[in-house]
Every structure is written in C-alpha cells, then in structure tokens.
C-alpha cells in the first residue's frame, strides 16, 4: 500500500535552515506529482507546494515563496522541502501527499504521511 | 485566493443522528468544461493524518462508508452523516482543487452528544 515518510524535522532558531525529507513506497513515485501541506498546532491544513511527476513545475504558496524549494530524487524515491529564513510562523507538522493524478498535478490529495514536526524557536 | 469558508466550525450529535457541515467557496469551483466541482472532503482524526472521504463534491473514496454523502455545486456544499458512529469524531475539512493555492475550510470538529 501507499507509505509516505517524513523525516528531517526539529527544533530550530529562527532564520536558520532544515530540510524535510519524504521517503514514498507502495506505488510508482514517477508517476505522480507530490505535495507538502502543514499544520500549525492546534490549527488547519495549510497547502505549502506541489512538484509535478519529474519535476519540471513546481508551485508555492505565497507564505513560503522565496523561502522553500521543494525538490524530489525519482531515482531515491524521495522528496524534499528545503525551507530557508524560517520564521516562528513556520512551525508546524509536515505532511507529504500524493496527488491522485498522473499528470503535472491536480491538486486532489489522496494520501498523506503521519507528518514532521518542525520548531522555529528560539 | 480561493477562501473557503465551513460551518459550523463544532457541531456536538447524538449517535445515531444525522451531522451537516457546509462549505463554501469565494468563487465557484465549477469547472463548466468538464461539469465536475473540484471540491474534496477530509477526515482527520486525534493524531492522525488527514484522510480524504470525497471528491468531485459527491464521489465517494473507496472504502468509506455510505453514510458518508456530499453535495452541492459552484460555491456551495455540504457532507452528510447519515447516522452518526463514534468512529466519526474527528475534524472535517473542506478543500479546493480548482486552482493553486489549493485551499482548505477551517475545519469543522464534530463530537458526540
């Protein structure tokens, strides 16, 4: 079945730098573009980027535009999230989600992991 | 940005009743081309990842369980519960996928009376 797994998140200062990591299994990762989503405490779902299935479209949202780079490694089966200037907003669980679609995306998420948390925190 | 807006953000039912929780979107989420909503329903649980229960506003995820229903078109849908279970406390979210950012409701947290 479907495994999403993220890893890479922590406790960090404010401005520095971490990179999630989200190893994919039980499907063709090739196939599909993928998207990381989060979650403040306590809060809503926050839609952060999308990668198409090879990675030549990527689309953020305006709050981490400029800050984070979402990447994948199809040969690794793994996508990333590099997120620069962290700011005490940021702090949230991060989940990867497989689009339903094998296209570019469709922005309809079908399966999620169990989440990272990061910490911006000083 | 497409806003969605959910109501009511708590709703408290007794087993065996029926829940209702709308949504609404700032513009509509009708794609006329292709006549299909592009409107989604999550489920998210204590401690857990979300989990999508529909899409197309009334397609039903498979495995989930009839007494799920949705409906609605263009700015305005709603999720049924036939008959509330108590597996069906969790948080419910709406969600848009008519065009990036993709946008999710507040949320709407149902409980047991």
């Known amino acids: 079945q479907v495994q999403l797994v993220e890893s890479g998140g922590g406790v960090v200062q404010p401005g520095r730098s971490l990179r999630l990591s989200c190893a994919a299994s039980g499907f063709t990762f090739t196939n599909y573009a993928i998207h990381w989503v989060r979650q403040a405490p306590g809060k809503g779902l926050e839609w952060v980027a999308v990668?198409?299935?090879?990675?030549?479209?990527?689309h953020y949202a305006d709050s981490v535009k400029g800050r984070f780079t979402i990447s994948r490694d199809n040969s690794k089966n793994t996508l990333y999230l590099q997120m620069n200037s962290l700011r005490t907003e940021d702090t949230a669980v991060y989940y990867c989600?497989?689009?339903?679609?094998?296209?570019?995306?469709?922005?309809?998420?079908?399966?999620w992991g169990q989440g990272t948390l990061v910490t911006v925190s000083s | 940005d497409i806003v969605m807006t959910q109501s009511p953000l708590s709703l408290a039912v007794s087993l065996g009743e029926r829940a209702t929780i709308n949504c609404k979107s700032s513009q509509s989420v009708l794609y006329s081309s292709k006549n299909k909503n592009y409107l989604a329903w999550s489920q998210q649980k204590p401690g857990q990842p979300p989990k999508l229960l529909m899409y197309?506003?009334?397609t039903r995820e498979s495995g989930v369980p009839d007494r799920f229903s949705g409906s609605g078109s263009g700015t305005d849908f709603t999720l049924t519960i036939s008959s509330l279970q108590a597996e069906d406390v969790a948080v419910y979210y709406c969600?848009?996928?008519?065009?990036?950012?993709?946008?999710f409701g507040q949320g709407t947290k149902l409980e047991i009376k």
């Open positions: 990668i198409s299935y090879d990675g030549s479209k990527k």
């Open positions: 197309w506003a009334s």
């Open positions: 969600h848009q996928y008519y065009s990036p950012p993709y946008t």
């Open positions: 989600a497989k689009d339903i679609s094998e296209d570019f995306w469709s922005g309809l998420i079908d399966h």
